[in-house]
Nanobody
Framework: VQLQASGGGLVQAGGSLRLSCAAS????????IGWFRQAPGKERAFVAA????????YYGDSVKGRFTISRDFAKNTMYLQMDSLKPEDTALYYC??????????????????WGQGTQVTVSS
């Protein structure tokens, strides 16, 4: 299983970015998917997740109302739309997949698969 994240970059505060994570070896329609981030000197934090069947969507408190997680079954890709970005959103963003959305939402250390990070930098 490989997860290839992309879409990071430098953006001004208040701007938007959309992160993508293309999956191979596992279908995003059959597993829970999620996004995490880690800022320098801080621990990894949960950002967003969708349960396997899509019935449950989870967001971290700091991104609720600004970020939207989604997936495209045809492209086998997950997305994170990030709007109203703030300097405190600056971090390395990772995608992940697991059998259970609740495990992603609980920031479990041993989720099934991780993608490589994509850097998001928000300037003030």
């Amino acid at each position: 299983v490989q997860l290839q994240a992309s879409g990071g970059g430098l953006v001004q505060a208040g701007g938007s970015l959309r992160l993508s994570c293309a999956a191979s070896g596992r279908t995003v329609s059959s597993y829970a998917i999620g996004w995490f981030r880690q800022a320098p000197g801080k621990e990894r934090a949960f950002v967003a997740a969708i349960s396997r069947a899509g019935g449950n969507i989870y967001y971290g408190d700091s991104v609720k109302g600004r970020f939207t997680i989604s997936r495209d079954f045809a492209k086998n890709t997950m997305y994170l739309q990030m709007d109203s970005l703030k300097p405190e959103d600056t971090a390395l963003y990772y995608c992940a997949t697991d059998s259970w959305g609740s495990r992603l939402a609980s920031n479990a250390k041993d989720v099934d698969y991780w993608g490589q990070g994509t850097q998001v930098t928000v300037s003030s």
